[in-house]
């Protein structure tokens, strides 16, 4: 028998996600006020006849699993109104100065690791869109203007800045593409770091610099491979390669996958044994080897590095 009882708080979700991200993107603030309220009416009403609902019988108590399916619908529904209400409220300064189409100074995080990228011929100046990649932007200045933003932008630029660090670019801001994941796109004119990466991130940088110095004197197909199959860098990789492997089904290759942690794992543990550590120790480093968040950090925070660490089904 089919167990339904989850699908009116699912349909509350699909429904409010649907209408707060597209039609009702305005109403996300009063639509948060008025499930708010219902949630606290329904739990007040549960906690109400809670107590009296075994000594008046079953007419008391009737209705009480409809008024709970509506205050987990309403939860729900919640949930979903509230972050799209913080997640729209922070993206709407980019968004309104990217449909006037104003030149703009961004200072954020630099959030995926800059990708070599071309235009077309006579697209843009030149020099300009030469790497491609996402700022999370916490302030914007335009027109003598300054605020508070909380959005992605995709940023085009001719210089490629340190994956974790804190920059500042400007640039013309421009709407995002249908369909894409950040609010805006900007064409930098100019890129300054103001902070660098943490220790870690330079240390895996660095590393990533090296195996990209010691690939270099290969071949263009080599130069592309080599660090993608070993640490999911593909920004070397020829776009005419990349396209063949699509075709053929062989994308895997230069993503991060269970193999990398695989490999890291045993020769962390061959190491720990010819050390003789201690087995606490050894369990501890193999635990910190093996955790997402430290093979996240060795690449960009791209879905094949969550997918690759979780087990599969």
Known sequence: MTDLRMAPAALAVWIAAWLLTG??????GPAAWVTAVLVAA?????????????GAGRTL????????????????ALAVTV???VQLAGRAPLGDLAEQRVTATLTGLVVSQPEPFSFAP?????GAGQHRWVLAARGVEARGVGSAARAHVQVLSSTAPRYGATVTVSGALRPAEPGAAETARLTAYSTSEIRAPPAGLRVLDTHRTALLDVTDPLSAQGRGLVPGAAI????????DLAEEMRTA???HVTAVSGGHFAVVVAVLTLLCSLAR???????ALVALASSPSWRSSDRSPQCSVPRSWRPSP
């Not at 108590?61 to 729900?76: K, M, W």
């Not at 006579?122 to 030149?126: E, K, N, R």
């Open 83 to 85: 972050s799209a209400h």
């Open 42 to 54: 329904a739990c007040l009403h549960l906690l109400l006849t809670a107590g009296r609902t075994r």
């Open 122 to 126: 006579g697209s843009f100046a030149p």
């Open 232 to 239: 999911g860098d593909t920004t070397r990789l020829p776009d």
């Open 61 to 76: 108590g009737a209705g009480r699993p409809t008024v709970a399916h509506t205050a987990l619908a309403a939860a729900c």
């Open 249 to 251: 089904g062989l994308s």
């Open 277 to 283: 550590l201690p087995r606490p120790v050894r369990v």
């Open 23 to 28: 039609p009702g993107a305005g109403w996300t």
